[in-house]
């Protein structure tokens, strides 16, 4: 079970169309993650917005320059890209959590932006809504988009997101008739082992 590294769940009162680069393509959110880690998934609230859009979304992460909770921003290239979510499998004009999955990569420890980019290529026809709050419902984080492919940080609102890392719990690896005893704890986020000696091997 994938285990949260941040969160935010507010009103849905906020919510820009990702259309094309002349306006939108990205939007989300600038958080922490206090221990680097797997990442495993990320959610974001997504509708259609006209039309019926085709092709595909992804969440992108970014290191950041600025303050988190205030005015962070993505800087350089991208970091990490999800797989694809098929926006043609959007239901309609209402809300609904959308998952996007990695594959195995590392996010380091320190401030990121994650979010949604999506390019359908005409403004205003065949766009995909993405689900924020118009208030700074959470001072640990921090709005982010591009406009006509400029990004900029706001602390006036805040993206609905959630995303996840892999968890890694306490495993045990045991062989019986004199073999190597092992466990595996993670504390703090750091994975510990230990060897028992069983029977003279160890």
């Known amino acids: 079970m994938p285990t949260l590294i941040k969160s935010y769940d507010g009103s849905q009162d906020f919510n820009p169309p990702l259309s094309q680069p002349a306006y939108q393509t990205d939007a989300g959110a600038c958080f922490n ?26 969440v992108k992460i ?29 239901a309609g004009t209402s809300a609904e959590l959308v998952t996007f ?19 359908s290529g005409t403004a205003d026809v065949n766009d995909i ?20 492919g400029t990004w900029t940080g706001y602390s006036a609102y805040d993206c609905n997101f959630f995303v996840y890392k892999t968890a890694v719990g306490p495993a045990n690896i045991s062989k019986v008739a004199g073999v190597a005893k092992a466990s595996i704890n993670e504390v703090a986020g750091v994975a510990i082992g230990s060897a028992k000696k069983v029977a003279g091997v160890a």
Do not use: M
């Open 33 to 58: 993650n206090p221990s680097s880690c797997t990442i495993d998934s990320a959610k974001f609230y997504l509708s259609k917005r006209t039309g019926s859009p085709t092709g595909n979304a992804v």
């Open 101 to 119: 999955t990695f594959n195995g990569e590392t996010l380091g420890a320190g401030d990121w932006y994650i979010g949604v980019f999506y390019d």
């Open 62 to 90: 970014y290191a950041i320059t600025g303050t988190v909770g205030t005015d962070a921003k993505p800087t350089g290239g991208v970091s990490i890209v999800s797989n694809n979510f098929d926006v043609s499998t959007l």
């Open 129 to 148: 809504k993405i689900y924020c709050h118009s208030g700074d419902g959470d001072a640990s984080i921090n709005y982010a988009e591009t406009q006509a």
